[in-house]
């Protein structure tokens, strides 16, 4: 079996010289297999899958992608013709949190959508209600679409730009329940002193909790999260989990996120989809959270006997020291005062060949260190006011990302000059002919990454790298930027909030505490196993390594482990 796909965005016949159609041997036999309107169209049937018309189209608009292991009838939406397919759907389970777990682009959104009734299944085709009903018929998928119409469904979608409105939160939450559940749920996530805010102007991780406080505050027959945990710091994302895990009771919930070591613990089970990105999404049978995530990562989903990714994903590998490395700087202890907030940094050393975790919750100054560290901002120094100059070459890339560039992605590329291998290792390559101004989050993610990892530098500082990535970029950004700094014998430092993440790439771990927004305090630089312990201290969790892939898991709140670990003062097992 196979698909044609038309990017219908990158497909341009007004600017090309319509090679697709004319180098189609199948049109060179006077059938019409290939044909252009406003845009391409390709004939699935008449297609021989030679690809031709993939390889000389000037725009990449094209993709013919053959799919063994995928069967035609398994179809369950398809957004045109030569547009994305899904095949495939979860089966939602009560009592329990089922996860969705995979790249972006592959049919998560799609699927919660169409769980939740806001897409019509549509078969590939016009298919009425009647063909949807005989498709399914026999299958419990029929009896929970069924049981829909007499169910009330909370939805907390992707994107929070639609609830980001100048109207305050209480207006937003009135709507939707009463004032005393309101203060009720506020109090749970931490957002008490926000309720007269206006929305627009929260963060994205305020944003996030008031839109899971508002997608929960009546009483749902099934819940849907669409990345409920995005731009949360790491006590918040425990927080959050723990209340969808005590709203799932007796309820069906679904959760899409790529925080793997959150969604293990979160999860009872999950589902992986695969697929290629933009083209097609496919869905395996339903799995335990542990074997599911293992089986992402191995690459291979035994069940279904398909190989989703060439190599593994393992996380046994070793870690250097603090004390291992040329000392190539040190910065002194200082202090850092804003209008409503203040900082103190502990001293330290910059070793050469190591990488930095910098872990900690929101607002404590883990941003505003490795600015301090950048000569961005004056610190306070022995009290005086200086700028930090470490006498080193500093590349620099930032939490937030914002551009209008009208420059495409090669221009720059050949401006700075980033290495195909670079370009290779972030796939900057399918994003050539875009402007900057219209990347996606995840698109600029990666350019800026590698942007900053093309300087000549001796630290290179990188703030909140898992923004906008899905799984397999993140432990690929993660990968990245070790193998760089082992390579070129050079030292970084990473914030971020997927403990995943930093326990993939980090040598040694830096802990950031106090109150959020109102003052910070870093620790001394801890050897990995040893900041990590700082923290889940702090966290009030226990990690223990799991024997087959070598990844942290977090231990269930209260089981033996978790128990035996607390008593042994043994925070982490790895």
Not at 116 to 140: H, M, P, S
Not at 258 to 273: A, G, S
Not at 393 to 409: G, I, N, R, W
């Amino acid at each position: 079996m196979r698909i044609a796909i038309v990017h219908k965005e990158k497909c341009k016949p007004l600017s090309c010289g319509r090679e697709c159609m004319k180098v189609c041997p199948v049109n060179k036999k006077d059938i019409e297999c290939v044909k252009i309107g406003v845009k391409s169209e390709i004939d699935e049937k008449l297609c021989v899958g030679c690809a031709i018309c993939q390889k000389r189209c000037p725009f990449e608009a094209i993709e013919i992608i053959n799919l063994p292991g995928v069967k035609e009838e398994n179809l369950i939406y398809r957004y045109g013709k030569n547009g994305f397919a899904l095949y495939g759907l979860p089966i939602p389970r009560q009592n329990a949190i089922l996860g969705l777990l995979g790249r972006n682009g592959i049919g998560k959104s799609t699927a919660i959508e169409i769980l939740a009734g806001k897409k019509q299944i549509n078969l590939g085709k016009d298919a009425t209600e009647e063909e949807v009903r005989k498709y399914f018929a026999g299958n419990e998928l029929l009896r929970y679409f069924d049981s829909l119409k007499g169910k009330k469904i909370a939805y907390k979608p992707q994107n929070l730009a639609s609830i980001a409105a100048d109207i305050s939160v209480n207006e937003l939450l009135e709507k939707r329940g009463s004032k005393k559940r309101i203060e009720e749920l506020a109090k749970k996530l931490n957002v008490e002193h926000l309720l007269e805010n206006k929305l627009n102007k929260l963060s994205g991780g305020e944003l996030q909790k008031i839109a899971i406080i508002a997608a929960t505050l009546g009483e749902a027959d099934v819940y849907f999260f669409d990345e409920p945990l995005a731009y949360l710091d790491i006590q918040e994302r425990l927080n959050v989990s723990d209340y969808i895990r005590e709203i799932s009771k007796d309820k069906i919930v679904l959760v899409v996120e790529h925080d793997l070591l959150i969604l293990d613990y979160l999860t009872d089970y999950i589902n992986v989809f695969y697929g290629q990105r933009g083209c097609f999404g496919a869905v395996s049978d339903i799995k335990s959270s542990k074997y599911g995530v293992n089986s992402y990562l191995a690459g291979f989903l035994k069940e279904e006997n398909m190989k989703i990714r060439d190599k593994e994903l393992n996380f046994n590998f070793t870690k250097n020291k603090t004390i291992a490395g040329a000392l190539i700087a040190e910065w002194p202890a200082f202090k850092k005062k804003f209008e409503k907030f203040s900082l103190e940094v502990k001293s330290g050393e910059i070793k050469e060949n190591h990488v930095v975790g910098i872990l900690g919750r929101n607002g404590t100054g883990k941003t505003s260190f490795v600015k301090c560290l950048a000569g961005l901002e004056e610190v306070e120094v022995d009290g005086k006011k200086q700028r930090l100059n470490l006498n080193l070459k500093v590349a620099y890339k930032p939490q937030y990302l914002f551009t209008d560039s009208e420059e495409t992605v090669m221009e720059i590329m050949r401006k700075e000059k980033i290495s195909k291998k670079m370009a290779s290792m972030f796939n900057l390559e399918i994003l050539h002919a875009k402007k900057v101004k219209e990347l996606s989050g995840g698109e600029l993610q990666r350019f800026s990454i590698a942007r900053c990892l093309s300087q000549e530098a001796d630290v290179y500082l990188i703030d909140e790298p898992s923004a906008y990535l899905d799984v397999e970029e993140r432990i690929n950004c993660a990968k990245s930027i070790k193998e760089i700094m082992t390579e070129r014998q050079k030292t970084s430092f990473v914030v971020d909030h997927d403990l995943l993440l930093i326990s993939y790439l980090a040598d040694s771990i830096i802990v950031f505490s106090g109150e959020s927004g109102k003052f910070g305090k870093s620790s001394e630089l801890y050897d990995f196993e040893d900041g990590i312990s700082v923290l889940l201290k702090e966290l009030d969790i226990t990690l223990r390594k799991d024997k087959d892939s070598g990844r942290p898991r977090i231990n269930s709140r209260g089981s033996v482990l978790d128990r035996e670990q607390k008593e042994e003062d043994v925070w982490a097992k790895f």
